[in-house]
């Protein structure tokens, strides 16, 4: 088989974190029942006018400001025309050539390669509604969404492979969370990726003929997508067919790409000015304004943990990819005399027990204090590490305080020599052939006596002390 390049671009529409809907006073609070959030003005009913939600313009300028566009002095609302069951106008207020944001970038690291994506452009938009198909063949229409506030976030063709597609995504999931932009979930909508495909022979200039991948609900989908579609149009080129430009489904529960219909061009929308809202002129001075507003982003906060912190570039990494879990961890290492510590307990058994649970670090009983509380007393070993990974079960399931476990359970550590000589002396004399091992040079038998001691002291016994008295006795 002939050798391909492969080109990605991506259209990410984010949802702005706003209370209410970008032309009119609806709510935007998701999972409400269908056709509560709308109005005159979201339905796009006659003799109505839309207003922008000032909150829309401020949010759409973060998100440029911290993707590092330029930001437009001057853009304009325009009518893109089309019709769809759920877009109740028949056309949809977005920007078109004048957009908000224009000419960033994000830099993203593939297996220890950092690479820079553009970013071309970023215009705001509203929402179009949801249709709902029942079991028997009849479709709904829920119009909450229309008109919720959106921006598009569009990249140059420079992404080569799946998997820097996904580094993309994550990367500016995480600067869109950090600034508050939006939630980005993306099981609820929030956040959805198409993307463009193409592929070309390594080593020319040409692109080839791309096809827009839709309806993926998370990174790993987007993964998958794209390594199917890439695989298919390769497939076929190697069979002398001819790529279609074309907009193709991601079927999740067969793992496959499918044509829905021909892909659409600029000039089939009709685009023209919105009569209807004033063009917007940037002012200086609010420019500034939301640029001094801009929180500390990722890549900063990944750095001043390692200055600050003295944590090793992965722990920063790992630590600074949620926002919610570095806020968390920042609280813990502020509180901390060891911020290594808590960490380590974070990128373990926290994030082990999120997963497991698919919840989020702010859903939990277990406050940055009492893990510090917790680091402390496994520190100064008042309890062992093994015991310590209980008392967080203890914390995890209940929001005890770690000492209030310890005290109730009586997990204190047992450093008294006398007490753990008594366990070792009866594991020594339990184990005949063992010790006859270690005294022929098997240490690695050492380890089963000490586990045998832990075992009778109920895991409590000073693990050091455990293994000097057991080194002195044989």
């Given amino acids: 088989m002939q050798s391909y390049e492969t080109v990605i671009g991506l259209e990410v529409h984010a949802e702005l974190l706003t209370d209410t809907k970008i032309f009119c006073g609806c709510s935007t ?49 325009d009518r893109k025309n089309y019709f769809y069951p759920d877009l109740p106008k028949a056309y949809q207020i977005s920007q078109f050539d004048l957009p908000i944001a224009r000419n960033g970038y994000i830099e993203v690291e593939v297996e220890g390669e950092k690479k820079k994506v553009r970013i071309n452009r970023i215009h705001m938009e509203e929402d179009a509604g949801k249709l709902v198909h029942a079991a028997g063949g009849d479709s709904m229409v829920d119009f909450n969404r229309t008109g919720v506030a959106l921006i598009e976030i569009v990249t140059e063709p420079d992404i080569r492979s799946p998997k ?54 998370s990174f790993k989908a987007v993964e998958k997508a794209l390594e199917y579609e890439v695989e298919r149009q390769m497939e076929a080129l190697e069979y002398g067919e001819e ?32 009569p209807d809202l004033p063009p917007i002129v940037m002012k ?79 859903e939990i009983k277990i406050t940055s204090d009492m893990l510090v509380e917790l680091c402390k007393l496994e520190e100064d070993g008042t309890i062992s590490s093994k015991i310590a990974k209980e008392v967080f079960e203890e914390m995890y399931k209940n929001g005890d305080k770690p000492e209030e476990v310890v005290e109730k359970k009586g997990l204190k550590q047992i450093s008294d020599q006398g007490e753990i000589e008594q366990f070792v002396e009866e594991v020594i004399e339990e184990n005949p052939e063992t010790i006859e091992d270690i005294r022929n040079g098997k240490d690695k038998a050492m380890g089963f006596l000490v586990g045998q001691v832990m075992k009778k002291s109920k895991g409590k016994a000073n693990p050091q002390m455990v293994n000097d008295l057991l080194k002195e006795k044989i």
Avoid at 62 to 70: D, F, I, K, Q, R
Avoid at 190 to 217: Q, Y
Avoid at 253 to 273: G, L
């Fill in 29 to 77: 609070e998701f999972g409400k029942k269908p056709n509560e959030n709308v109005c005159p003005i979201c339905l796009g009913m006659p003799g109505t006018l839309p207003v922008l939600n000032k909150n829309v313009l401020d949010l759409a300028v973060t998100a440029g400001l911290a993707l590092n566009c330029e930001i437009a002095e001057f853009s304009k609302f």
């Fill in 164 to 217: 820097e597609a996904k580094a993309y995504l994550e990367a500016l999931k995480n600067i869109l969370q950090y600034t508050e932009v939006s939630d980005c979930k993306m099981e609820e909508g929030s956040l959805r990726c198409d993307a463009n495909v193409s592929i070309m022979p390594k080593g020319s200039d040409e692109f080839g003929t791309k096809t827009e991948v839709k309806n993926m609900n």
């Fill in 243 to 274: 790529i279609v430009q074309e907009t193709r489904r991601w079927d999740e529960s067969k793992q496959v790409t499918i044509s829905m219909r021909s892909k659409e061009e600029a000039h089939d929308y009709r685009y023209f000015p919105e």
């Fill in 284 to 362: 200086e001075s609010e420019l500034e304004r939301i640029r001094a507003n801009i929180p500390e982003l990722p890549k900063e906060k990944k750095e001043r943990f390692v200055s600050e912190y003295n944590l090793s570039d992965y722990d920063a990494g790992v630590l600074t990819s949620d926002k919610k879990i570095a806020d968390y961890f920042d609280e813990c290492a502020k509180k901390s005399e060891n911020p290594k510590k808590p960490a380590n307990w974070i990128m373990g058994d926290l994030l082990r027990v999120l997963n497991e649970e698919n919840r989020e670090i702010d």
